[in-house]
């Protein structure tokens, strides 16, 4: 069966620190893989989508960026945290075949918080 | 782009009251539409979704949903809440855009649901 692992699971960091969270996917190849972000009050919104190794989109701009070094791992990082990139980060992935009909299945999430 | 709304951001019910949760989308095409649910200290997970057929969508835990194509609605129902029922739902929409890739959700802003026993 598949499973989705994000780590860590919690993280604070300081204003202009960097980041790096890592997302990855077992029981399944070539996924489509999602960055989603949940802050407080608010609904998900997705940060970065990628239907394979090296390509991927952005739907905001933002101080975050995404990168697929493999076909199963999926990271996002900044090289300098804001105070408002705190928030609740999710991966989800779904299957790549079946655009239309795909569900996406989302990992446990990495709660950030900038001080 | 298509939108998602969720109008009631915070429901309060007693056990067995029913429940009706609205979400309407902006999107003039074909879409696919899901209900997505988090419990308290889990993972989102899907509750429900909507591809083609019978509007009438049933999901896991007694739910279900019913798309009115007229109306952009596919509100979420349920006749008899329970206290384990307390959790976050999200609504979400994926829309068919031709030739762009684009296969990401767009989800409402959720609405938390607090049932007292």
């Known amino acids: 069966s598949q499973t989705i692992h994000q780590w860590p699971a919690t993280l604070v960091q300081p204003v202009g620190s960097p980041l790096s969270l890592e997302c990855t996917v077992e029981g399944t190849s070539n996924p489509n893989l999602y960055w989603y972000r949940q802050a407080a009050g608010r609904g998900l919104q997705l940060l970065f989508y990628?239907?394979?190794?090296?390509?991927i989109s952005s739907e905001v701009p933002q101080n975050l960026s995404a990168s697929r070094p493999q076909d199963r791992q999926f990271i996002l990082s900044s090289k300098k945290l804001l105070l408002s990139d705190s928030g609740f980060y999710l991966c989800a992935w779904s299957v790549a075949r079946v655009p239309l009909t795909d569900t996406q299945y989302f990992g446990p999430g990495t709660r950030l918080t900038v001080l | 782009a298509q939108s998602v709304s969720q109008h009631n951001h915070h429901v309060i019910l007693s056990e067995a009251a029913s429940l009706e949760l609205g979400c309407n989308y902006s999107y003039g095409g074909t879409v696919n539409l899901f209900w997505y649910v988090q419990y308290p200290g889990q993972h989102l997970q899907l509750l429900l979704k909507y591809f083609s057929g019978d509007p009438l969508v049933k999901g896991i835990k007694g739910f279900e949903a019913e798309f009115i194509k007229s109306k952009f609605s596919f509100n979420l129902r349920k006749p008899s809440v329970q206290w384990s029922d307390t959790a976050e739902y999200f609504c979400a929409v994926k829309a068919r855009v031709a030739d762009t890739g684009r296969r990401a959700l767009t989800f409402g802003s959720g609405t938390r649901l607090q049932v007292q026993p």
């Open positions: 990628s239907i394979g190794i090296d390509q």
